[in-house]
């Protein structure tokens, strides 16, 4: 039951990017087009939830033991851009459309402070191996069901009759701000 929760309380309680204003950057970057905004949500879904593995075993088999805790941004860090110059390979040959629509943000997940977000809680609220995956997968669900969303909502909003001043970007972070005002309606319902 407590693994459900986790899951839960990742997707819409403490959502890395509506509820904690993690990973900005590729959610506005990239979810101009639903097709896009998938293809960047199951490759931070990929990225996050392998990330949160490896981090978790980093820490608790190498640093822990080692006596060097304090290493552990430096340590995720490295966890995570081997991941995604993985990911990127792999787009690279088996999704060649997908990799040139992601463009520069493929890259920038490195970046992502999200996916460094769910280590670093992870290793925070102390978290064992299989709750550190469970929550990863989650955290990147809800990442990825939020950049979805959005990217829908923008591309029905893109030939609305606005106003002057709100067409374009304006408009993008009025529709996040009111998608962060809807997923904190979650917020309470889950405590772990």
């Known amino acids: 039951m407590n693994l459900i929760l986790i899951i839960l309380a990742g997707i819409f309680v403490n959502n890395y990017v509506l509820a904690q204003f993690?990973?900005?950057?590729?959610?506005?970057?990239?979810?101009?087009?639903?097709?896009t905004a998938t293809?960047?949500?199951v490759a931070v879904i990929f990225v996050m939830s392998l990330a949160a593995a490896v981090a978790s075993l980093v820490y608790d088999l190498?640093?822990?033991p080692l006596g060097i805790e304090y290493l552990y941004n430096i340590a995720f860090i490295l966890v995570?851009?081997?991941l995604v110059q993985f990911v990127e390979m792999f787009l690279k040959k088996a999704a060649p459309a997908l990799y040139q629509a992601l463009g520069v943000f493929l890259p920038l997940i490195t970046t992502?402070?999200?996916v460094l977000g769910v280590a670093v809680l992870n290793m925070?609220?102390?978290y064992n191996f299989i709750e550190s995956v469970i929550s990863g997968f989650g955290g990147a669900a809800g990442f990825a069901l939020a950049i979805i969303l959005f990217a829908g909502i923008r591309e029905r909003?893109?030939?609305?009759d606005t106003p002057k001043a709100f067409d374009g970007f304006p408009l993008a972070?009025?529709?996040a701000g009111l998608m962060s005002i809807a997923f904190l309606g979650f917020s309470g319902l889950i405590q772990l």
């Open 22 to 35: 993690l990973g900005i950057c590729p959610f506005l970057g990239v979810s101009k087009k639903v097709e």
């Open 39 to 41: 293809g960047m949500g």
């Open 62 to 64: 190498i640093l822990v």
């Open 80 to 82: 995570i851009a081997s």
């Open 112 to 114: 992502n402070c999200a």
């Open 124 to 126: 925070q609220t102390g």
């Open 157 to 160: 909003t893109e030939f609305n």
């Open 173 to 175: 972070l009025i529709t």
